[in-house]
T-cell receptor
Framework: GQQVMQIPQYQHVQEGEDFTTYCNSSTTLSNIQWYKQRPGGHPVFLIQLVKSGEVKKQKRLTFQFGEAKKNSSLHITATQTTDVGTYFCAGRYSGAGSYQLTFGKGTKLSVIP | EAQVTQNPRYLITVTGKKLTVTCSQN?????MSWYRQDPGLGLRQIYYSMNVEVTDKGDVPEGYKVSRKEKRNFPLILESPSPNQTSLYFCASTQRTGQPQHFGDGTRLSIL
């Protein structure tokens, strides 16, 4: 089946440093969603990207969708302890089974105060 | 309050003893899914349903069954649980494809 590769698996940063996680698919995505899961919690939707080259911002978070719609990134500027958690991308492929979301394995972010 | 409710939240049971994890949503969503989450493997889809009486296999359906007799409910059934089904399970719902998924709080299953 389709796979979405996400790196890094873990990231430890000092509070105030920036953080980036990357997702890559070998085939074109219809769209991509990003979720955040706090420790002990459930995934919570952050944003969806649909258009080629799309860039969206939410305060300190910047989301990008590649021109070929095969890769995406989430960048957090000046991390805070509230950013701790696991960040997942989830890609949707067009065609049969297009309801299915394929999740990356996630990047677990630790922020050292 | 819009929510997805799973029960039980925690369960320890033994191999072979049939169990059902219930999932209910109050948002009138058409689409519902079950995922399992394992360390290092992320979220993997078990089954999904696009509407009442319409279900389909996800990436890891072996050993699981589902049903969708009503729009709001989507139970996950383990007919003969085995230790490799020990995991954290999430139910999710969404109004339609391309919309955000709303996740339940999760069910942690331990099969001994």
């Amino acid at each position: 089946g389709q796979q979405v590769m996400q790196i890094p698996q873990y990231q430890h940063v000092q509070e105030g440093e920036d953080f980036t996680t990357y997702c890559n698919s070998s085939t074109t995505l219809s769209n991509i969603q990003w979720y955040k899961q706090r420790p002990g919690g459930h995934p919570v939707f952050l944003i969806q990207l649909v258009k080629s080259g799309e860039v969206k911002k939410q305060k300190r978070l910047t989301f990008q969708f590649g021109e070929a719609k095969k890769n995406s990134s989430l960048h957090i500027t000046a991390t805070q302890t509230t950013d701790v958690g696991t960040y997942f991308c989830a890609g949707r492929y067009s065609g049969a089974g297009s309801y299915q979301l394929t999740f990356g394995k996630g990047t677990k972010l630790s922020v050292i105060p | 309050e819009a929510q997805v409710t799973q029960n039980p939240r925690y369960l320890i049971t033994v191999t072979g003893k049939k169990l059902t994890v219930t999932c209910s949503q109050n948002m009138n969503h058409e689409y519902m899914s079950w995922y399992r989450q394992d360390p290092g493997l992320g979220l993997r889809q078990i089954y999904y349903s696009m509407n009442v009486e319409v279900t389909d296999k996800g990436d890891v359906p072996e050993g699981y069954k589902v049903s969708r007799k009503e729009k709001r409910n989507f139970p996950l059934i383990l007919e003969s649980p085995s230790p490799n089904q020990t995991s954290l399970y999430f139910c999710a719902s969404t109004q339609r494809t391309g919309q955000p998924q709303h996740f339940g709080d999760g069910t942690r299953l331990s099969i001994l």
